[in-house]
């Protein structure tokens, strides 16, 4: 048995997705978990050759593989989000799927890349979450002394805010399409009508639409690194 719609959105999500995601996710340097960002053996030797000509601070390794609706791709993260493409002539970029394995990819690249960002545009500290409106605008805390000098950088570097608002809008969609395929499951293990319809109530609010969407919400150590993402 099958409900039209979900079902479609759920196929897709379960052909790249290999793990479920809990309520609260932990980056990959707090939880020191094996699935870390890949890295090819080219992109190592290119960044050594970078580190030992440039011996200033290098930027965060964007070099990592994403689970995309074209399959597993290898992206530079920071090119991927630049408002100024290598080639402008190429076709769209891959769209990244909601999985866990793209959540700590873009969790781990967020967490070298932001702490540089604050210090290259004179912000001392994060805050200590950011969360994001309906209209995509980052919300820091009421007593964040640095709030407008970071609206302003984000602003001005479009890159690192979709970074972070895509981070954000994964982990929500990822969260909805667990809830869907766990009702797909128990809807298809249903053995008599008192089963399915004890299944239909408790999924009553996604079925009818109505469902509050869930809220995800970056928190940060006052250096810059992810500490992990929070969903409401």
């Known amino acids: 048995m099958s409900i039209q719609g979900l079902g479609a959105a759920a196929s897709l999500y379960q052909a790249t997705n290999r793990q479920t995601v809990p309520r609260q996710i932990q980056t990959p340097e707090a939880a020191n978990s094996a699935e870390k960002v890949s890295v090819s053996d080219a992109a190592r030797s290119l960044l050594a050759n970078?580190?030992?000509?440039?011996?200033?601070p290098a930027a965060a390794s964007a070099l990592s593989s994403f689970d995309t609706d074209k399959g597993r791709v290898e992206l530079d993260i920071d090119q991927y989000?630049?408002?100024?493409?290598?080639?402008?002539?190429a076709e769209l970029p891959p769209l990244?799927?909601?999985?866990?394995?793209?959540?700590?990819?873009?969790?781990?690249?967020?967490?070298?890349?932001?702490?540089?960002?604050?210090?290259?545009?004179?912000?001392?500290?994060?805050?200590?979450?950011?969360?994001?409106d309906s209209q995509g605008q980052p919300v820091f805390?009421?007593?964040?002394?640095?709030a407008e000098k970071l609206r302003t950088a984000l602003e001005e570097t479009p890159g690192m805010a979709r970074e972070l608002s895509t981070l954000s809008a994964l982990t929500e969609f990822k969260q909805v399409l667990d809830e869907s395929v766990e009702f797909q499951s128990e809807y298809q293990r249903a053995a008599n009508k008192r089963e399915l319809d004890a299944v239909l109530a408790k999924y009553s609010s996604l079925l009818s639409g109505n469902a509050a969407s869930p809220q995800a919400t970056l928190g940060f150590h006052a250096g810059g690194q992810l500490a992990g993402i929070s969903l409401s």
């Open 81 to 89: 989000f630049s408002s100024t493409p290598a080639n402008p002539a």
């Open 141 to 146: 805390p009421a007593d964040y002394p640095y």
């Open 50 to 56: 970078e580190a030992r000509a440039n011996p200033a």
């Open 96 to 132: 990244l799927m909601p999985t866990q394995q793209n959540i700590d990819a873009l969790s781990a690249h967020v967490s070298k890349a932001f702490p540089a960002f604050l210090a290259k545009n004179g912000i001392p500290e994060a805050p200590s979450s950011i969360s994001f």
